[in-house]
């Protein structure tokens, strides 16, 4: 069921012809592997650090449209739901594009979202702008640093995944403090522009993505513009090819043919040369990319729906389940907490240190040390993830419960490390299904988180416009939570008996 470490390391090249090429690399754990690492960095401060913060901007935009606490909740909840749900169609273009330009085009989207959501004039048209467009551009940008990561690590990958993912916990605290900055100068439009122009630097990270062995396909003989010659270069010096002699002598008026017309004759010859080559260019270009789009769209759908589907795999299935309920959990505190703080009157202490910044910065720590502790050879990535996430519960059926600042910093203290178990994600992921699905199996893992977290904060939201209590959301959003983890806990279970009774029928029938 699991894949081992020692199988994986090898050359899958970004380009989805190349992918399934094995061979060892160079810069596996090594080299431009922590470049890699680096570009996923600030693709997650730059993204899930700033919808972290998207709380500054949902107490701007409550006062700005007088609206019901549950529909503005929509707005951030769709971006941050969008940015996973779309998770399964990224992995499509992965396959076709590459993680390079796909993250690229995502930092443009993304950029184009921020900008236009700084004109809104109502909330709805913050769903189009920021929850739909920049939340497309943010998945296009994030699944690629993720897979990209998972591509350049073999020994290391649980640590790697934990540094390149504590860019959550610090773009959340340099995102909070930026935006509460750009909202008081400039008020929240012109932070939203600002923020805008500050998204774009996800076009650099994905600049960052080259594959394991660049250009391979491309340098190769078989692959390179065929040089087709219509005629002898017009105008060349050169001495021509074997018997341009008797052409030059062939023909009774070419003696008589003065010497200053050449250039005019060649003019039309020159200009259908180039004509041509730019014609057969452009058919070449055409093919490939037909091709490209097809087999990467083939890859795609036999990923998900073939023969070696991933939902074959039980245990995947109910990792899906968990992911689920899982998030929204994590979510709900980064948007609703500075409102809770505000009705249990301690704004002037969570001004001094914002509970949110207490989670992002145990989170960074958090993630290095469970992908530290995750990579020791005595200590298995699975126990340590079902750890993190019993803990995880226990802080979110406790937060309703403290109304002083000291015990709601301790509880963000608790949720900001036990959350550090998103960094091994993909380790676990990777181990489920192997390291040639992974961009297809994570993206439908960050498209059930998407739709935990796309409905966890409205539902909050209503709860509080119902009961003007944030409490029994918290206390459903656990229970949920709970059933998932139940889920990961009853299949191995189930599996073991199956082993178990299947061993003891082939001990029958011998």
């Not at 443009?108 to 189009?128: E, M, P, R």
């Amino acid at each position: 069921m699991y894949t081992s470490h020692e199988d994986i390391g090898y050359d899958f090249e970004d380009d989805p012809k190349d992918k399934k090429t094995l061979k060892p690399h160079p810069n596996i754990d090594s080299g431009w592997a922590w470049m890699v690492v680096l570009s996923s960095f600030f693709v997650h401060i730059l993204i899930m650090g700033s919808q972290m913060a998207l709380g500054v901007l949902n107490v701007e935009w409550l006062e700005e449209f007088h609206q019901s606490r549950g529909l503005t909740a929509w707005v951030s909840s769709l971006s941050m739901g969008i940015t996973l749900i779309v998770g399964p169609f990224i992995g499509l273009f992965i396959n076709t594009c590459g993680c390079r330009r796909t993250a690229i085009i995502g930092g443009l989207v993304n950029s184009l979202g921020w900008v236009l959501s700084a004109y809104a004039a109502n909330v709805h048209y913050l769903f189009i702008t920021f929850g739909v467009t920049a939340g497309f551009g943010s998945g296009m940008a994030y699944l690629p640093a993720v897979v990209m990561v998972g591509r350049y690590f073999q020994k290391r990958r649980a640590l790697a995944q934990g540094l390149s993912t504590t860019g959550t916990g610090f773009g959340t605290f340099l995102m909070t403090v930026l935006l509460k900055y750009l909202c008081a100068e400039y008020g929240w439009r012109n932070a939203m522009f600002i923020q805008g122009a500050v998204s774009l630097n996800l076009c650099v990270c994905g600049a960052l993505m080259r594959p394991l062995s660049p250009g391979k396909d491309r340098n190769d003989a078989g692959e390179r513009d065929p040089q087709v010659v219509l005629g002898p270069s017009p105008g060349s010096k050169s001495s021509g090819p074997p018997g341009g002699a008797e052409e030059k002598g062939a023909g009774p008026g070419n003696e008589e043919e003065p010497v200053g017309d050449l250039p005019a004759q060649a003019g039309p010859e020159k200009a259908e040369h180039t004509q041509n080559l730019c014609a057969l260019r452009v058919l070449k270009t055409a093919s490939q990319l037909t091709v490209r789009v097809r087999r990467g769209f083939r890859d795609w759908y036999s990923g998900y729906f073939g023969t070696a589907s991933l939902f074959t795999n039980r245990m995947f299935v109910a990792f899906i389940f968990w992911a689920l309920f899982a998030y929204s959990s994590f979510v709900i505190p980064f948007i609703h907490l500075p409102e809770i703080v505000n009705l249990y009157n301690l704004s002037e202490q969570n001004d001094v240190f914002p509970l949110t910044s207490i989670i992002a910065i145990v989170h960074i720590f958090a993630k290095v040390i469970l992908g530290i502790v995750a990579d020791l050879p005595c200590i298995s990535v699975w126990n340590v993830f079902l750890m993190a996430n019993f803990t995880l519960v226990l802080s979110i059926f406790i937060l309703p419960l403290m109304h002083t600042y000291a015990g709601l910093a301790v509880i963000c203290a608790l949720i900001g490390f036990s959350s550090g178990y998103f960094s091994l994600m993909p380790v676990v992921t990777e181990d489920l299904v192997g390291i040639e699905h992974l961009a297809n199996a994570y993206g439908i893992i960050i498209c059930a988180n998407g739709i935990s977290a796309l409905l966890g904060p409205p539902f909050a939201g209503w709860i509080y416009d119902i009961t003007e209590k944030y409490d029994f959301s918290f206390y459903i959003c656990g229970l949920l939570y709970m059933v998932g983890i139940l889920f990961l806990l009853i299949q191995p279970c189930i599996q073991m008996i199956e082993q178990s009774r299947k061993k003891y029928m082939d001990g029958a029938h011998v």
